[in-house]
C-alpha cells in the first residue's frame, strides 16, 4: 500500500530550510547580515549545567538533593548578538521533570 504524503525524513528536511531561511532573515533585518552557521556555532557555545547540592539528615542518612540548572554566561560577542537579535537568556532552566509536573498539572500531556 503507497504511503500518503511525504516521509518525516521530507519534512523535517523542510523545516530545517524553513528555520535556517527564517534566522537568515532575522538576521539580515537586525543588520547581522545572514551568514547563519556563524550565528548558530557562536549561540551554541552557550551550555547549561547542573548545580547539585547534596545534603544529609542529622542520623547520617542522605537528604533531599536539591537541583538547579543554570545557563552559563555569554562572552562579549555572544552578547553582542543576543542583543542584535533581541533575545535573552535565562538564568535558569526548568529541570525535565519539572516541565513534564508542570504541565501534567494544567493537563497538556
Known amino acids: ?24 532573515g532575522w538576521m539580515g533585518r537586525s543588520g547581522l547580515g ?31 538533593t536539591p537541583r538547579v540548572r543554570c545557563v552559563a554566561i555569554a562572552d562579549e560577542h555572544q552578547r553582542v548578538l543576543l542583543i542584535r537579535l533581541v533575545l535573552k537568556l535565562p538564568e535558569r532552566l526548568r529541570l525535565v521533570e519539572e516541565a513534564e509536573e508542570a504541565l501534567a498539572g494544567k493537563g497538556q500531556m
Open 1 to 24: 500500500m503507497a504511503q500518503r504524503g511525504y516521509s518525516r525524513d521530507h519534512r523535517g528536511d523542510c523545516l530545517h530550510v524553513v528555520m535556517w531561511k527564517t534566522l537568515g
Open 34 to 64: 545572514d551568514a547563519s552557521r556563524t550565528v548558530l556555532e557562536a549561540l551554541g557555545r552557550i551550555h547549561s549545567g547542573d548545580v547539585v547540592l547534596r545534603t544529609g539528615r542529622r542520623d547520617g542518612s542522605a537528604g533531599p
